[in-house]
């Protein structure tokens, strides 16, 4: 026969322990690291999604002989940049 589960204030059951402060600094850093290289990723596709569009509308630009693709490729690489962003960031 099996026995009962043990109440809630059975003197045998082990102690949660809490945290050690260097745990606690630990987990802390952790959190920070993340965050950092969260923003610095950030950062890079705010800066890339531009950048290569805009090149990509340049190089139109001036296959073409036009000049409105260029700002065109701009406008259209942060409009990516930050769609991409909102969905690997922001939907969770």
């Known amino acids: 026969m099996s026995k009962p589960p043990a109440p809630h204030g059975d003197s ?5 322990r809490e945290p050690t402060a260097e745990q606690k600094a630990e987990t802390e850093r952790e959190a ?5 290289e969260m923003w610095t990723k950030v950062g890079g596709y705010m800066l890339a999604g531009p950048l290569l ?6 190089a139109a630009d001036h296959w073409l002989g036009t000049s409105f693709i260029l700002p065109v490729g701009i406008i259209g690489g942060l409009a990516l940049s930050l769609y991409l962003i909102w969905f690997r960031y922001g939907s969770h």
């Open 53 to 58: 569009y805009g090149g990509i509308g340049w």
């Open 12 to 16: 045998n059951a082990e102690p949660v």
């Open 32 to 36: 920070m690291r993340r965050d950092s």
